[in-house]
Every structure is written in C-alpha cells, then in structure tokens.
C-alpha cells in the first residue's frame, strides 16, 4: 500500500486555513482486515528501527499530538507505538501547570521531558498549549507572574512563536528529529464522539462538563491554530494536519510518517572493529568449551 503523506505536511511558508483542510479523506484501507495489516506492518518496520535508533545512539525522536478534545491522540499513541520496546519510547502527557512550573518560564516544564539520544518521546499536547488554549483564555496569562511589560498581545504571541521554533532548531542541530501532528477533527465529529463518551459507561470518565465548554469556542480554536501552524511549521519541525474523523485512516497515516522519518536518518548498527572481533570470537571459544 502506497500512503502519500506529501499532502498532510504543510509546506513551508505557506497560509494555513484550516476549513480547506478535510477531516476525513478516502479510506486508505479497503476492509477492517486489511488496516490491521497495514497497521502490523507498520508497528513491525517501526518496532526494529526504534532499535536501530537506539542502538546507534545518534538521534532522538520527538513527535508532538496536539488537537481538540476527542479528536483521538490517545488511541493513536496506543495503537501505533504498541509494538516499541517501553525502555526505548516514553509518553508525557501535559495538563494544567503546576505552581513550580509555572514559576518558570513556559518551555521550562517540556524541557524536562525531552527524549535523549536513541529514544522516542512523546508529548501528548506540549509547550504549544501556551500558544493555543492560552490564547483562546488569555485570562490564563494573570496566573503566570509574568511582567506587565511582557502581556502585550501585540507581541506576545510572535515573540512566543520565535521562542518555539528556536528551540525545535536548536533540538534539530542537537540530534532530535521532531514530528508534530494536529488532528484535524470536524466540529460534528466530536458531537458523536461526546454523545458515545455519555451513551457507553465505559467511556464516562472521559468526559466533563469542562468539555462542553470549551467546545463552545470552536472558532477561536481553530484561528489560533491556523496561527500556530503557520508561525512554527519549519523544515527541520514540520506540521501534519492529518484527518482525524476516520480514527484507522489518521492511524496509517502518522504511523507511515513516523516510519518514513526515521528510515530517512539513514541509521546503521555500530560497525566492530577488528580488535573487537578478536575479543568477541575468543569469548565465544570459551563459552563454546
């Protein structure tokens, strides 16, 4: 199966509208069957270069999930790192800041987290709630302790988008490759995906009555990430928008792209030297007596 993920990475520089942006697309997959195929496929071919990542110990991954509640960050995290060995993949999930955190400044608390060499990490949401949700609630500011001179909405933003994207090329001449994801997720959609969240019990404790709220500023959510994807999509930190109503489709689809980044570093296993081998093969003659 040839996925082409060309269409799903905003191409740099450009405008990004999101209400152009499909949330669903023609299914990938032709049959349940054959996405759990695919999908195997693709959990294998990622499962031995995250061992190849590791063990030639000269890159790191991060890949970033951001969208709007039920949009299905957490099932594609579940699904499509199933088969990657837990020591060599971690997942930090970012909520509401904690005082500490919030007493520095608002890349510090991410920081903390960041994969090392040979290692996948995953933020699901990041650094770029503080250019999107705290955009939308800007009242949220107040709480930062930030100086009065820095909450000038004509440069906050900018100077926090410049803040990012040197950071994420700062991580690039570093050996971290970053991958980040917007799930692009249709207003109706998320109507069936709370009423599922209500109807089945076992879904109840995902949803309060906090999600309802934030629904209710749809639109400011999807200008400020209109403006985030813009302002931080980069070569070396690209943006997918991928569609996120179809929950198997949006999977291929970052699974491909993740597989395609890292057979793009062109990773070896640590080549021995002939002393090396000497030493391994006298070894093996003693455990073989």
Known sequence: MNIQTKGYRIAEGTTVDLSKRPTRVKN??????????????????????????????????LLIFQAMDAAGKDSAIRHV????????????????????ELDHDFLWRTSQSLPERGRIGIFNRSYYEEVLIVRVHPEILLGQGL???????????????????????HLYRNGTRIIKFFLHLSEEEQRKRF?????????????????????????????AYEACLHATNTETAPW??????????ARLIISHVIVETLKSLNMSYPTMTKARQKELQTIRKRLAK
């Open 28 to 61: 990938i997959y032709t049959s349940k069957k054959q996405y759990k195929q695919v999908l195997k496929q693709h959990i294998e071919e990622l499962s031995d270069l995250q061992r190849l990542l590791y063990a030639s110990n000269r890159y790191a991954l």
């Open 81 to 100: 790192m199933s088969g990657v060995n837990p020591q060599g993949c971690q997942v930090f999930s970012f909520k509401h800041p904690s005082v500490t």
């Open 147 to 169: 100086p009065d001179e820095l909450l000038d909405e004509k440069t906050l933003w900018q100077d926090r988008y410049r803040s990012i994207v040197d950071l994420e090329n």
């Open 195 to 223: 009423l599922q969240r209500i109807d089945e019990p076992e879904k109840n404790w995902k949803f309060s009555l906090a999600d309802m709220k934030e629904r209710k500023y749809w639109k400011e959510y999807m200008q």
């Open 240 to 249: 997918y928008v991928v569609p996120a109503d179809d929950k198997k489709n």
